[in-house]
């Protein structure tokens, strides 16, 4: 195919055209990144993009830190420099649900040593794939947005990081919402500057029964509207389980895709493992 202009220096118009250019001719760009789940990967334009702020929200419970991790660690084993900063458990912790979610292994079983032999074997080689295809974990340090910021430079070469949840980075200032609304504007910031896609979690209250519709929306994210304008892609986490148990729909997952600055909103459907703590994709499971 022939190029769109044919441009030699390297001002950001030629750049970008080079990337069309490329793209084209079915060339990665090196400036999106999937985020392991096929059908979230189409509404996002082929995934995550460099530079973009993305906030994934669900009530307590419902899996989104699961799968957060799930899409890093999908993208790590897809050579993509990922890092998981956690600020609700200890890197030895996350490494356990990392086992529980690569060899189909129930977490408490995992802790306790209680396999079987076929799980011993699937965990094994899920230990095994991760030696080179793991994410960077850590915690994230004290010190709110600054702090992190540093930490985030520090690691090198990470692409994507991601970050649960971004009240880690807030310091108890009096007026939460404005200071959650600070740290939001901030992580975009730090995104368009560094380069580095961020994807961050956040717990959504909880909808009280007068809701005639209880999957989550934008509003629900607060931070005095900040996720509304800043991100770049919100994803809200529904299982319908939660709000009507016991109606056979046990795992059943829909993914919201509330907000997407450069595409479209709609929802996917995905299948949540509740005892592996795995998401698969309906439509492409079984990775």
């Known amino acids: 195919m022939p190029p769109i202009l044919r441009q ?43 530079g973009d702020l993305v ?35 200890s890197v030895e912790r996350v490494m356990e649900r990392v086992l529980a979610i690569e060899g189909r292994a129930r977490i408490d079983d995992i802790r306790s040593g209680a396999l079987d032999e076929v799980t011993r074997s699937a965990v094994g080689a899920a230990a095994i794939r991760l030696r080179d295809g793991a994410p960077v974990i850590d915690v994230i340090p004290y010190g709110g947005l600054q702090t992190f910021g540093d930490a985030l430079r520090r690691t090198l070469d990470v692409r994507v990081a991601f970050v649960d949840p971004i009240q880690s980075l807030t310091l108890g200032a009096r007026d939460k919402a404005e200071e959650l609304a600070a740290v939001v504007q901030g992580l975009k910031s730090v995104a368009v500057a560094s380069g580095i896609a961020l994807v961050v979690i956040t717990d959504l209250p909880e909808v009280g029964p007068g809701r005639q519709n209880p999957r989550p929306a934008l509003g629900d994210f607060g931070a005095l509207g900040a996720v509304k304008q800043y991100a770049d892609v919100v994803l809200g986490v529904y299982r319908e389980e939660m709000h009507n148990p016991g109606t056979g729909v046990e795992g059943a997952t829909e993914l919201l895709i509330l907000k997407n600055r450069n595409g479209g909103t709609g929802y996917v459907d995905l299948y949540f493992y509740k005892q592996w703590l795995r998401f698969e994709d309906m439509l492409d499971p079984d990775r």
């Not at 669900?58 to 600020?87: C, I, P, Y």
């Open 55 to 89: 906030v994934i929200g669900g009530e307590s419970g419902v899996g989104k830190s699961a799968l957060a991790l799930a899409m890093a660690l999908r993208m790590a084993q897809d050579g993509t420099n990922a890092a998981f900063f956690t600020g609700e458990m």
């Open 8 to 50: 030699t220096d390297q001002t950001p118009l030629s750049r970008l055209v080079q990337r069309v250019d490329a793209a084209s001719d079915g060339v990665p760009t090196g400036d999106t990144f999937a985020a392991g789940f096929p059908s979230v990967d189409k509404w996002l334009g082929g995934g995550i993009r460099s």
